[in-house]
């Protein structure tokens, strides 16, 4: 077998442009390639890739893979899994490295079983052992309350990394590097799952990802209605969005396109109002990388108040309204 | 009339305070509190209740899958006093410490024994290690199609139809079976056991599988049969210093949050 060189980074884009996530992959995978002295290379996939391409070598990428190509215009995962297991097996990668996605959740764990290696997921750090050259593989394990270190001698080494854990390199549109298009062949006869329909749901506003400022309901809130008018207004005040833990989404409260934690989005405002939730674990880890938590909880026992820097012990129903009234106040004069 | 297989992992409850969960970093270990309980993960619950849905509507058998060791039978048995029609443990001590991969070939081992399956279903993810890759890894060593996040399946004749969480909605696919399915919460919480059925459960006894009744030597099982290795398990340290802002009563203590977020240029 060929010696397996370098990394591979599974890019991912988002209305035609490189997603934050891919040059945190990138800005990730470069302090690799240096610590290896190996290359480092980004696969795009996708019906249209443009000008995707140079932007990843703006990102840190020496060479780009491209696989444009119709029949991709919409993620399915066993198409995307061919184009990416060809890659992997004809560049015999070191390390491959995905974003923890939606997509980069589905694919890693088919690559890895496939080329029956093994896999670390939602990992918040990564390092070379200098001496070994392995892969370091840090991830939250029990929801948060601990941190693994996981390393295995099976090749390709393969990790997916929470998005914000990693930093992107400053763009440079000078790097030198090299956009290689692939050919794209679909087995269509190993299609099995069909994709009949897709179903967006709407959030107007601010996307919780970009905002500045999240006020977030949990199972305490009790209801939908708060979620549109109390936690609304707050948050539109500090030109935020409004967010939720995961009973909010699952009762139906809200879209599940508004559920932070380890299995929602994973968010980290300058301010985050956690209104009305415990303070599990798993929620946490949605929401650690907020600058400021501040807590509101009727219960002074609730975990929220070991994460919060602020906290108020009281009913939210008392305390945002007045909340807001005061800052409306504060923040206009 | 579907075949079903569900896969539930027995963790401690995910739910319980932080406080319960320590590290021994001298051997590596997870150290868990006795007060807390062991439960069916949260995700394989959510899996069990999409197959009893499907049950409940066409009929069909469910055979529910659980490795490890020392599964405790009180816990376990609840998806036999929902409805689940058989119990299989793969239950040995050459089990523990089983990482993704070596569970994952250990169950597809087992679900190639059990022989005829129409659907298989896993959670999303443990309620433990968290890793999500288990459901998806028996699906590779089986051949068959995975298809993960479900919020929503339909059992007809031929073909199963799930609605699959996607960031920001949802799509609808459509499947010819077998298929695994991995779960997620928003299909809803697993029903409450009736007490009929929990009376037939207590009678039930689990089918229980050592390696070799699967096919497997010791050394492709459990800590032996792993594929990656824990270095080092540890709890970053967090300063706790919340500040608790005071007031007569809720409005007033809203008033000063507002003033001291301001007082500290937080806002
Ligand atoms: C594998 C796994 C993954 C998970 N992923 C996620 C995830 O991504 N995101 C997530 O959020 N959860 C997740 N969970 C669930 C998590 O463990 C908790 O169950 C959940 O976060 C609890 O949500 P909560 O704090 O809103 O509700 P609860 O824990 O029920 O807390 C409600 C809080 O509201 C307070 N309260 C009630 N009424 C009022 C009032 N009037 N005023 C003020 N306070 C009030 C109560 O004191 C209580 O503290 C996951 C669990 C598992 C096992």
Redesign the pocket.
Known sequence: MAENKGILVYGELTEGKLAAITTELLGCGRKLAGELNEELSCLLVSDSIGEAGKEAIAFGADKVYTAEDPSLKQYQVESYLQVIDRLVKDTAPRIVLFGQTAAGRDLAPHIAFKAETCLSTDCLDLSIDPETKLLLQTRPVY?GNAQATFVSELLPQIATIRSKAMSPLEQDDSRPGEVIPTKVEIDTSAIKVKVVETVKEEISGIKLEDAPAIVC??????SAEPFNTSLKELAELLHGAVG?????ADNGWVSEAM??????KIVAPDIYFA?????????I??CSGAKHIIA????PE?N?FKEAELGVV????E?IPALTGKLKELLSS | MPNMIVCCKQVPD??APPSLFKVDSAANKMVIASDVKPVI???DEFALEAALRIKGKQGGKITVLSLGNKIARDVIKKSLAVGADELILLEDEAFEESDSWATAYALAAAIKKVGEYDVIFCGR???DW?AGQVGIGIAEILGIPAVTLARKVEFSDGSVKIDRVIPDGYETVDVAPPVLITVT?ELGALRYPALKGIMAAGKKQPIVYKPADIGLESSQVGAAGRHINLSKLFQPVKEAKCEIIEGENGEEAGVNLALRLREAKLL
């Open positions: 929801g309901g949990g199972r305490g809130i009790g939720a833990s995961r009973p909010p559920h932070i934690g380890l299995t929602g209104v009305a939730i415990s303070g599990a674990s798993q929620h880890a949605g509101i909880n009727k219960d609730a929220i009281g009913k939210y129903e305390v | 995910p739910e993960g949260q995700y993810q443990s309620s968290d919460s």
